[in-house]
C-alpha cells in the first residue's frame, strides 16, 4: 500500500530533525580555528561551576579560539585568580605574584585580556564553620596595583581588553580604584543596583538581611511590597525605586540604538534583572547601549536627588592606546551552559527562540539575545 503523502512528509521531517544536531556540529568543525593567546582574570570562584567567567568560555570555543598548540581554552583551568581544590583547600593565581618584567612579559604574549570579576571570595563563604561571619573577612579579591601595571602594557600593543561590573567597587582599595578611573577616562559613581520582583522581606529571602537593616536605619521601617530596583552607594545609602510608583516599567532595560545594534547584532531593547553598577564616562568612549530605569517623574526626582542620571552606560568602548578596550555595567557573564553546545553551528538562532526576552528571570535569555551576539563581535 501507498504511503499518504503526508506520511512521507512526516518521514522526511522527522530524518531533518534528527540529523540536525549532527549537521550542525559538522558545520562548526569544518569552521576555521582562530589562534589567540586569551586571559582571563576571575576572583570569585566560591565553587567549581566557575560561573563567573563560563560563558566567556563558552563563546571562546563557539567562534573557536585555540590556544599556540591548537587545543581548546578550559574554563577550569585556564584563568587566574581564586582556584578552588577541595574545600577548605585552594590556591590563588593572580597577577599579584607576578614582577614588572614578568607582567611586561604576560602582556606582550596576549592578545585578549578579560577581567572577569574581581568581588573576590571570602571567609564566610568559603569556610563552613564561619558562614554569617559579621563583618566578613575576605580571603583574594578586588583590582590590584599588578592588574593595572599589565593593563597598562597590554595597550601598548593591539589587543582587546575587556572588564565588567564590580572593577571599582569593594573591595578594590580606593587608590587602586583612583588610579584605575583616571587611566580608563571613566568614573564610577559609588552607586550598584539590582531588580527584586518581590520587596518584602518576608516572601524574598534573596534581599540581603544587611540590605534590610541599613534601610531601616535610614528610612525606620521596611514596608515595600511588590517589584522594584534597590541602588546601594559605597557609603551605605540606598535607595529602592518601587514599580508603579517610581518606575514605569518593573525591569532595568538595557537600550541599543540603531548603529550599535546593528554593528553587534543586538535587540534594540531588552529587560535585564540582575547586579549593575553606575558609571560616568568621558567623550573618549562610545556608548553602545545604556541602562534605562524608565522613572515616574517621582523617580526621576529621587535619582536627581541623589544625583543619578535616567540613563547611564550599559557597554562601552575606547580606544586605549593600541588596544580595544570594553567595559560592561553589569555582571553579564555570570552564567552557566555546558561547553559541548558550543560545537553546534546555529544553535543561538534555536535559543532565542526557545528564550525568548518575556522569561527574563533566566540568565540564559539575557545571553542567547544579548550577551552572545555581543561577545561574538568583540571576540571577532
Do not use: C
Not at 574581581?118 to 563583618?135: A, H, I, M, N, R
Not at 517589584?227 to 510608583?245: D, H, M, P, R
Not at 568602548?317 to 553589569?330: H, I, V
Request: proline content about 6%.
Amino acid at each position: 500500500m501507498k504511503k499518504k503523502w503526508w506520511q512521507s512528509k512526516l518521514t522526511i521531517f522527522l530524518i531533518l530533525f534528527m540529523i540536525s544536531p549532527l549537521i550542525s556540529w559538522f558545520i562548526w568543525w569544518l569552521q576555521p580555528s582562530m589562534t589567540k593567546s586569551v586571559l582571563v582574570i576571575d576572583k570569585t570562584v566560591v565553587n567549581k561551576n566557575y560561573r563567573e567567567h563560563n560563558a566567556f568560555f563558552w563563546t571562546l570555543e563557539a567562534l573557536k579560539i585555540r590556544k599556540a598548540d591548537g587545543s581548546p581554552y578550559d574554563y577550569t583551568k585556564d584563568y587566574r585568580g581564586f582556584k578552588p581544590v577541595n574545600k577548605p583547600y585552594y590556591t590563588i593565581d593572580g597577577l599579584e605574584k607576578l614582577s614588572t618584567p614578568e607582567l611586561q612579559q604576560l602582556a606582550e604574549e596576549t592578545d585578549i585580556a578579560f577581567f572577569s570579576d574581581t568581588y573576590g571570595v571570602y571567609e564566610g563563604e568559603w569556610f563552613d564553620s564561619l558562614k554569617g561571619q559579621d563583618p566578613p573577612q575576605l580571603i583574594y579579591g578586588g583590582m590590584s596595583s599588578q592588574d593595572i601595571s599589565f593593563l597598562r602594557a597590554i595597550s601598548q600593543k593591539p589587543s582587546t581588553v575587556i572588564m565588567e561590573f564590580n572593577s571599582f567597587a569593594t573591595p578594590t582599595p580606593r587608590y587602586i580604584r583612583n588610579d584605575l578611573e583616571n587611566y580608563l577616562g571613566l568614573k564610577w559613581s559609588g552607586w550598584v543596583g539590582r531588580y527584586f520582583d518581590e520587596l518584602d522581606t518576608n516572601m524574598n529571602i534573596e534581599i540581603p538581611q544587611w540590605l534590610r537593616k541599613n534601610y531601616v536605619e535610614q528610612n525606620g521601617e521596611w514596608s515595600l511590597k511588590g517589584e522594584g530596583v534597590v541602588l546601594v552607594k559605597e557609603s551605605g545609602e540606598i535607595l529602592i525605586l518601587q514599580y508603579g510608583i517610581d518606575m514605569r516599567e518593573s525591569v532595568p532595560v538595557v537600550a541599543t540604538n540603531s548603529s550599535e545594534k546593528d554593528q553587534y547584532n543586538l535587540p534594540s531593547q531588552i529587560r535585564y534583572p540582575f547586579w549593575f553598577d553606575i558609571i560616568l564616562v568621558s567623550r573618549d568612549f562610545e556608548v553602545v547601549s545604556v541602562f534605562d530605569l524608565n522613572p515616574t517623574r517621582l523617580g526621576e526626582q529621587k535619582l536627581a536627588n541623589a544625583g543619578l542620571p535616567r540613563y547611564f552606560p550599559a557597554v562601552i568602548r575606547r580606544d586605549l592606546g593600541e588596544s580595544d578596550f570594553y567595559y560592561l555595567s553589569g555582571n553579564f557573564s555570570s552564567n552557566f551552559l555546558s561547553p559541548a553546545s558550543a560545537r553546534f553551528k546555529g544553535l543561538s538562532k534555536v535559543k532565542k527562540v526557545y528564550y525568548n526576552m518575556d522569561n527574563y528571570l533566566d540568565p540564559e535569555t539575557f545571553f542567547w539575545n544579548y550577551y552572545q551576539p555581543l561577545m561574538e563581535q568583540i571576540l571577532k
